[in-house]
């Protein structure tokens, strides 16, 4: 069992941690417009960062700190429990920093994400959601990876297991799927199935995994048939060089 004290680190273990960043915005209804926002803000918004499907993430994530655009008041807002997120009005799209400060117990230095805020919907249906004024969602799935982390830290991350038996890891072999669900204490598994918060799960990733097997099935054939115009067209270039009697190969002087 790893010692509850010291740094020590647990050799040739990667653990890995899935997490959700993004934001939602939504128009406001001329009707029920808040009296108390700046009169060009158009929009309400959130941005967050999460756990897959709403899980705790609170354990290995301490705090985190969204630095927004300069003309908001206090730019830079830290927060320090979940939710791990910043409600605001605005006008406009821009840039956000989101930095993620993990628990005291990692060692481990503060990761900075970026992420784009979106207030305006993009894709086919665009034009409908803007006159239905549905919720803009823009967000990315993540994982945080901790290279060999320090004893504690690895007891916080697998929920203080006895067994030695390793955590989920990102690690080479056959075995390694089977170590992973496996695993008692706290698991980093993506749920089976989506939901209508959740769109990451292992049925998606596989119905996309055999959507991009399709895509270069279809790229192949495309390059199969183009190869075989080229040879047809070249085989016809060479018809019509020697009916007007042109050597099939010109040298250069």
């Known amino acids: 069992m790893p010692s509850a004290t010291g740094n020590k680190r647990v050799k040739g273990i ?5 997490f959700i960043f993004g934001s ?6 001329p009707e029920k417009r808040p009296a108390n926002i700046p009169a060009d803000h158009t929009h309400q918004w959130r941005v967050f960062v999460k756990g897959v499907n709403d899980q705790d993430i609170s354990y290995w994530l301490k705090k985190v700190q969204f630095k927004l655009h300069e003309t908001y008041a206090q730019a830079v807002r830290t927060v320090e429990a979940p939710p791990f997120e910043v409600v605001e009005t605005g006008w406009g799209e821009f840039e956000i920093q989101i930095k993620l400060y993990f628990t005291p117990e990692s060692g481990e230095k503060p990761q900075t994400l970026w992420h784009s805020l979106k207030l305006h919907p993009y894709g086919p249906d665009a034009e409908g959601m803007k006159e239905r004024r549905d919720v803009v969602v823009s967000q990315n799935y993540e ?3 901790f290279n060999e982390p320090v004893e504690p830290f690895y ?3 697998t929920g203080g297991t006895s067994t030695g038996t390793p955590a989920p890891s990102r690690g080479k072999g ?3 799927k089977q170590q992973q669900l496996q695993q008692p204490g706290r698991t980093a598994e993506i749920p089976l199935s989506d939901s209508p ?8 990733e596989a119905k996309e995994l055999d959507r991009m097997t399709e895509a270069i099935k279809t790229v192949d054939q495309l390059i199969k048939e183009e190869k075989e115009r080229l040879v047809e067209r070249e085989k016809y270039l060479a018809e019509l060089r020697e009916s007007e009697g042109v050597p099939a190969v010109t040298k250069k002087r």
């Open 14 to 18: 990667s653990v890995f941690r899935p």
């Open 24 to 29: 939602e915005a939504q128009p406001f209804d």
């Open 143 to 145: 994982e945080v990876i």
């Open 174 to 176: 056959k075995n390694n």
């Open 197 to 204: 918060k959740n769109p990451y799960s292992r049925a998606t």
């Open 155 to 157: 007891e916080i991350l």
